[in-house]
């Protein structure tokens, strides 16, 4: 399997454009936990940040935490938060009730996406984030959606790092089948896609 560093590296333009964002009301939770209005980027990873030793207020990481090495992710993290800082992991996850077109979408990817199964079985649960973030960790949880065209839908799936590319002998069925769950169940060209946005967060590091 490709290593998580690299699994989207030709993916990113799809990945920007046909993502889910997530709920503001579940950005504002993070902006209670803390805020700061500078950024800056750097090249390095969740285990070796490259960051100060008590830099940072607010550790946050959405929609990748299960490509991480945990244990060394949270050491890392310790190293880097100031006395009382928190910790957050955002997910756009299946919603409690996701209804037949995503769960014929998931069969789909069953069918002709080799790694989904996979790479599934590596979302992070629950009681992972619970091990990780500790027992005082707090579960906020946002419906949410994106409304796409086929474009936009195929531009989903493609953005997935378990995707067929093209050239792969399951690219053109997964497409043909894509199609066709579009056009049994979009409306007027248009076709919800639906997630519940979880924000599993807590003090990670006590003091402060």
Known sequence: MTRPTERFSGLAEHYRRYRPGYPPAAID???????????????????????LEESVDLWVAAQAFHWFDAPRAHTEALRVLRAGGFAALLWNERPPEPGAFLSEYEALLRRHAAEY?????????????????????????????????????????????????????????????LRALFDRYSRDGEIVFPYETRVYYAQLKPGG
């Open 117 to 177: 199964t996979t790479i599934a079985a590596r979302r992070v649960d629950e009681a992972s984030m619970r091990e990780f973030l500790g027992d005082t960790m707090q579960i906020a949880r946002f419906p949410n959606q994106q409304t796409l065209d086929y474009a936009g839908l195929e531009g989903r799936l493609l953005s997935s790092s378990y995707a067929p590319a093209p050239g792969h002998p399951e690219h053109e069925p997964i497409l043909a089948g």
């Open 29 to 51: 939770v993070l902006a209670r936990l803390g805020a700061e209005s500078r950024f800056r980027s750097v090249a390095a990873t969740a285990e070796a940040t490259t960051l």
